[in-house]
């Protein structure tokens, strides 16, 4: 039996039991849930960064399958491939996933599916530094306590595309089961310390990345169009994670969803102006997005 330890435990998110418990629940209940949910979800989108900055934003994602599903078989998780540049997406083949809140289980079933339609290739050492999967799977077991997982980290290729469009065949063998897919991206990167200031530097610019550059990504996964969205992402970078977002808008999309719905949108600009009074020349943009 193969675990993937964590490796942002206590870095992005708390790295001891109670205190993670804890601010899963702050992380809660600093949103204000939406109050028009559709009947069914069966896909979000969803950021990485570290808690601080993210969680909230992340909570609402998985507050709302909540409040719609009170019980979620397998949450397949497609991540950004921060640090994996095969062509094709990569899962992680271990037995289980460790986090402060415990192990958790693959759905082997889904993939083995996923392996022999050579739609994923197993390579568990892809996922050994990546985070975006991680920081998301101490929500899932604290709401969903029974559910599994799938991690799969997606590069932003037409195969990612593929890749979610095969979740309406895999509906028809696990009929009966309940699944969700995530896909974990942060928007547009934004300052001097990523390299990218296309409109300068300063308030303005700022405002730019979030109202413009953000505002394209979101309103094409809210229309389900994932290889619009994936070129966007290409000629505009506004996401790090454009394989990962794709695959679940194109998943959506094959599940019968006909538009997205907006939850959240923020930057940690205005998360650190709000929780510490201070401001940067730097912003990554967040954003919850349902199907």
Same mark, same amino acid.
């Given at each position: 039996?193969?675990?993937?330890?964590?490796? $942002?435990?206590?870095? %992005?998110? *708390?790295?001891?039991?109670?205190?993670?418990?804890?601010?899963?629940?702050?992380?809660?209940?600093?949103?204000?849930?939406?109050?028009?949910?559709?009947?069914?979800?069966?896909?979000?989108?969803?950021?990485?960064? /570290?808690?601080? !900055? &993210?969680?909230?934003?992340?909570?609402?994602?998985? #507050?709302?399958?909540?409040?719609?599903?009170?019980?979620?078989?397998? %949450?397949?998780?497609?991540?950004?491939?921060?640090?994996? %540049?095969? *062509?094709?997406?990569?899962?992680?083949?271990?037995?289980?996933?460790?986090?402060?809140?415990?192990?958790?289980?693959?759905?082997?079933?889904?993939?083995?599916?996923?392996?022999?339609?050579?739609?994923? $290739?197993?390579?568990?050492?892809?996922?050994?530094?990546?985070? #975006?999967?991680? $920081?998301?799977?101490?929500?899932?077991?604290?709401?969903?306590?029974?559910?599994?997982?799938?991690?799969?980290? $997606?590069?932003?290729?037409?195969? @990612?595309?593929?890749? /979610?469009?095969? !979740?309406?065949?895999?509906?028809?063998?696990?009929?009966?089961?309940?699944?969700?897919?995530?896909?974990?991206?942060?928007?547009?990167?934004?300052?001097?310390?990523?390299? !990218?200031? *296309?409109?300068?530097?300063?308030?303005?610019?700022?405002?730019?990345?979030?109202?413009?550059?953000?505002?394209?990504?979101?309103?094409? @996964?809210?229309?389900?169009?994932?290889? &619009?969205?994936?070129?966007?992402?290409?000629?505009? #970078?506004?996401?790090?994670?454009?394989?990962?977002? @794709?695959?679940?808008?194109?998943?959506?999309?094959?599940?019968?969803?006909?538009?997205?719905?907006?939850?959240?949108?923020?930057? &940690?600009?205005?998360?650190?102006?709000?929780?510490?009074?201070?401001?940067?020349?730097?912003?990554?943009?967040?954003?919850?997005?349902? %199907?």
């Amino acid at each position: 039996m193969e675990t993937r330890e964590p490796i $942002v435990a206590g870095q %992005f998110y *708390p790295g001891r039991h109670d205190s993670c418990v804890a601010e899963i629940k702050q992380c809660l209940a600093e949103q204000t849930p939406a109050k028009s949910l559709p009947e069914t979800i069966v896909a979000g989108i969803v950021p990485h960064a /570290g808690w601080a !900055f &993210s969680g909230p934003v992340a909570a609402l994602v998985f #507050s709302a399958i909540k409040q719609r599903h009170e019980k979620v078989d397998s %949450f397949v998780i497609f991540g950004a491939a921060h640090g994996y %540049f095969g *062509p094709i997406p990569a899962l992680d083949d271990s037995d289980f996933w460790e986090t402060p809140l415990g192990s958790v289980g693959i759905d082997e079933m889904i993939a083995d599916w996923l392996l022999d339609k050579e739609l994923v $290739v197993a390579d568990s050492l892809a996922h050994k530094g990546e985070h #975006s999967i991680e $920081v998301q799977i101490p929500f899932i077991q604290h709401l969903f306590p029974e559910a599994q997982i799938l991690p799969i980290i $997606v590069p932003p290729s037409e195969q @990612a595309i593929l890749l /979610g469009e095969a !979740f309406g065949d895999i509906m028809k063998f696990k009929a009966g089961k309940k699944i969700v897919c995530i896909g974990s991206t942060d928007l547009t990167h934004y300052g001097p310390r990523y390299g !990218f200031t *296309p409109m300068g530097t300063g308030a303005k610019a700022l405002q730019w990345a979030g109202s413009v550059n953000d505002k394209e990504f979101i309103d094409l @996964a809210l229309k389900l169009e994932p290889e &619009s969205l994936l070129n966007n992402a290409a000629e505009k #970078s506004n996401a790090c994670g454009p394989g990962a977002a @794709a695959a679940a808008v194109a998943a959506a999309k094959k599940l019968g969803s006909e538009h997205g719905l907006l939850l959240a949108h923020t930057n &940690s600009n205005e998360i650190m102006l709000e929780k510490m009074g201070a401001s940067s020349e730097d912003s990554v943009g967040y954003a919850a997005i349902i %199907f």
